[in-house]
């Protein structure tokens, strides 16, 4: 059997993950974190001291790693690391697996043999350009700089980090700037993608909006 694929890439901030997640849930398939995977490889090498700049030796790291993702968990070597890998630090280092030939060769790969297994939600920022061609539902969700920064620093905050909107709004601008400017797999919509705008939408009303026009064809 052939297996669906909706893909949903866009933004930091932009809610992409819990739609995504809600979306799958909705729809009983399975939902796919990508920068999960991204930000275990970069965990990963910064507990072994590996040179976050050394492709050679990241292609390595993660060549070894035991990741595996069940429902709301991220398991590295059956640790459950779905906290550690949103630390700040990680957040930050992870553009270098982002940006590493060899480490997006092996997760692509990884991510394609998942979605061959069961109807998929998968969220990132090259699902449906690079990962997904051929996707059943291509989305591009995205929402304004502000509202998108204001989400995430309402999330930090209820996580217990003392942080300042403007240092949020910082960090995202760096980090869009560099997803948008990667030498491979550089953050775009897909030529048959729909662009979705949550600017002033709750996480309910995305997820209502996505079910419908994943019940529809374009
Ligand atoms: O989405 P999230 O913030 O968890 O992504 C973590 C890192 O992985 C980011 O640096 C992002 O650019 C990268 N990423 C990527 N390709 C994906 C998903 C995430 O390069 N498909």
Known sequence: ATFRVVTIDGPAGAGKSTV?????????????DTGAMY??????ALRARVDLTDAEALDRL???LRVSLPPGQVLLHDEDVSRAIRDAA??????FAADCAAVRARLVAWQRAFAEAADTVTEG????TIV???AFRKFFVTATEEERSRRRHAEL????AAVELETVLADQRQRDARDVARAIAPMKPADDAELVDTTGLNIEQVVDLLFHKV????
């Open 20 to 32: 995504a997640r809600l979306l799958a849930e909705r729809l009983g398939w399975r939902f796919l």
């Open 39 to 44: 930000r275990v490889v970069t965990l990963a």
């Open 62 to 64: 993660t060549a070894d």
């Open 90 to 95: 990680v957040t930050e280092a992870s553009r």
């Open 125 to 128: 920022r090259d699902q449906g």
């Open 132 to 134: 997904f061609p051929d």
């Open 157 to 160: 905050r209820a996580r217990g």
């Open 215 to 218: 019940g529809t064809r374009p």
